[in-house]
Each structure stands twice: as C-alpha cells, then as structure tokens.
C-alpha cells in the first residue's frame, strides 16, 4: 500500500493552537493546493463537537494500517482522514489537550528506530483525532492528482479545491499532464521567483 499518498497532519501542524492563540477556527491550505471555488462558507460549517473538518479517504480503513497502528485500540472500519483543505477548531484542540496526546504518541513510537519520520506522524496524526473528524462533502476537495491518473475533468472542474497530493506535482516535469493546466491557470507569469527557480 502507497501510504505516501495518504496526506495527514504532520508535526509543524500540531504547533497550530500555540502559533495562533487568538483564534478559534481556522482553514488550513497545504502548499500543493488550489482554490477554484469560494471558501467563506467553510466558517459558519457547524461541525457539532469535531474538531476537524476533513475529506474522508474512502479507499483505506484503519485496518487496513494495522501494521503501523497495532499498539493502539482503534475502530478498524474508520476511514482515513486527509489533510489538503481543514477547518480546524482550535479552541476544541486545545480544551482536549490534542497536542499533547500526539507528543505522547510519537514518543511512543520512538522506540521504534526503523519506523521513518513519516510513519510515525501517520499513526500519531490518524490517534490524535479519532473520533473527532467531521466529514467534509466530497465536493469541497478533489485529492490524488499527484499520483491518481484516473480521475475525470467533470470531478476536477466541480470540486471547489484541488489537492496534487503525491510525488507528481504539478511544477515538476514528471507531473501528470492533465492535470497541469489547472495549476498553470493560476501561476503568476514573469514573477522572479518563478523565474529563478524555473518553474514552468
């Protein structure tokens, strides 16, 4: 299994409620995601008691990552949650100490010298919010144009973000050809950074 392509919280992200002490909620971007659609509406979404707002990964269960998350007591038929577009409800995280369980948890796994860096946020990241995801409608994030060349310019065009996550991003030459001409109609030509780091 690619978990490679499974896209969560990594561990700058659980600095968020200390970065940002005087807000309640926040939508968080990753760097490989565009905005197509209009966004506003993400911060009156009443996620009851979640504290994440996230798009489901319905592909892969948690039991299907047992290997990674065997130590722990989970639900084995719960659904991945991916990062790329989140609402985030900091004031929640905090009120439940989130990050601190995440610390514990990374902590436990370091005793395990051959897990990588990534491995251990996965498992850690996949723990910390358990039963605290809100599922966002499909229509909010298209994922997977970094490495999936199945999916349709319909599901593209419709969905308010798209989220190149996966090795084949699309500033780099081995990025999925149809889908480029999505990210270039929102580069900024001629611009110096473009330029030096010819990026094209």
Known sequence: MKTEYISVFGHSHFLLPNLLPSL????????????????????????????????????????????????????????VWLSGLNVVELEKWRDLGITGLYDQLVQKLQKDSLTSQQLKSLPASLHAFEDLIYPLEDSWIQSGLGYDYGISSFDIENAATLHYNGVMKPWLDLGIHDYKSYWTNYMTNGERFMTECNIH
């Open 24 to 79: 309640n909620r926040v939508v968080v971007l990753d760097d490989d995601l565009i905005v197509q659609k209009d966004l506003s509406s993400l911060w009156n979404l009443n996620m009851g008691s979640k504290v994440i707002g996230a798009a489901q990964f319905r592909g892969v269960t948690l039991g299907q990552l047992r290997a990674y998350i065997a130590e722990h007591s989970f639900n084995i038929n719960s659904c």
